[in-house]
């Protein structure tokens, strides 16, 4: 017989009310799915859950989308500000689920619904339970736009939502259907990487596919460039340095009997350390000077610098850590190795201690869903409670820590 998904959990939301209030906000969400900068109606929703709860919206100066909630506690103390993000992708959802996406071609296919659901859920869970009469500090609640486009968090940065009050440490946490529901993954030194972007055109000599040596045959100057490409990153670099280089589209040619004359080729770099991003971007510099030179064409690099690589605190990671220890057994928290992909919370957390963590969201029994960014992606409802009892456990250590035994005392 299976165990029991929950066997070892202790969950903070127990009541069939509030889980049914979670599961149909984040059905809600998931239905009307907005793609970034375009969370009108998610934006509206989370501010209607504020002023229902009490909480005092703050303003974020020249974004239309995003809501920021403060909660001062009676006495001082310091800023622990939590993160959600809110946007969908352009993709054509295929789920398999009744809430589907109501509107065509955009989904919530990376689970911000479920992010912003979490969020909301611990609004409402610390604020029904008084929890800022025994506060000291404050508690600021973020709702992000335009994380998939890399750009929402450094325009809330921009607008100054880490300012009055100055936010000391600020936490996120992700679903992750890689994590069975009751687990959590925390990081170390860094959770995600930078995300650059490369376009590299060549231009030369085309002409008839019969004569190639009447041509600088741009073909087989792209296909070595490539090649060489791949190498700064098996031979430039210390193998213990984390970094990936993709190219990822090659155009060219308009005929099966043209050599052309011009191509276009274009990738992503993904790196950890600032001085290993401007290694590779000097030695993609220097490789597409030598093919210019070998082939006697030229070759441009457009190299764009992206949202920068995500590092976490130690102590932000210890505050979500024991919050999870207080809720889940302690075989179901694991560290996870830093992701290659791109987390635009890397803006707070350049200026903040930072911690993330990777909430379960898969089914606990093993069945496999879509991944995140797939049209299949969808998450298991029970990963609901168990996010928001870790958040708000981590708020409470944070801003209502309890006394430390006196260890003098004879008991």
Known sequence: MEQEWDSGLSLKIKSPDFIQWLEE?????????????????????????????????????????????????????PVLALRADMDALP????????????????????????????????????????????????????????????GGAKRMVEAGVLKNPDVDMILMSHGDPELRVGEMALFRGYSHASSDSFFIELRGKGGHGSR????????????????????????????????????????AGTAPNILPGSALLSGTVRTMAGEVQDKIRRRMQEVCDGIASLFHLTAKLDYKVGVPSCAVDDKAEEVLKKAGERILPQKNIRLSKSRMGGEDF???????????????????????????????????????????????????????????????KVV
């Open 25 to 77: 906000t984040y059905k809600d969400i998931h239905r009307h799915p907005e793609l970034g900068m375009q969370e009108f109606r998610t934006t509206a929703l989370v501010k209607s859950v504020m002023s229902e709860l009490g909480v005092r919206q703050a303003e974020i100066p020249g974004m239309e989308t995003g809501a920021v909630g403060l909660v001062e506690g009676r006495m001082p103390g």
């Open 91 to 150: 993709i054509q959802e295929e789920a398999d689920v009744p809430y589907r996406s109501e509107i065509p071609n955009v989904m919530h296919a990376c689970g911000h619904d479920l992010n912003t659901t979490v969020l909301l859920g611990v609004m409402k869970y610390l604020m029904e339970n008084r929890f800022v009469e025994r506060m000291k500090g404050t508690l600021k609640f973020i709702f992000q736009p335009a994380e998939e486009t890399l």
């Open 212 to 251: 190639p040596f009447q041509t600088q045959d741009l073909l087989v100057a792209g296909a070595e460039l490539i090649n060489i490409l791949q190498t700064i990153v098996s031979r430039d670099l210390d193998a213990r340095d984390a970094a990936v280089l993709s190219v990822c589209t090659f155009n």
């Open 346 to 408: 890397a803006y707070f957390s350049q200026r903040v201690p930072a911690g993330v963590m990777r909430l379960g969201v898969g089914a606990p029994d093993g069945t496999k869903w879509g991944s995140t960014h797939s049209p299949t992606f969808r998450v298991d409802l029970r990963g609901l409670p168990v996010g928001v009892s870790i958040l708000a456990q981590a708020a409470e250590n944070v801003l209502a820590p309890e006394p430390e035994p006196d260890a003098t």
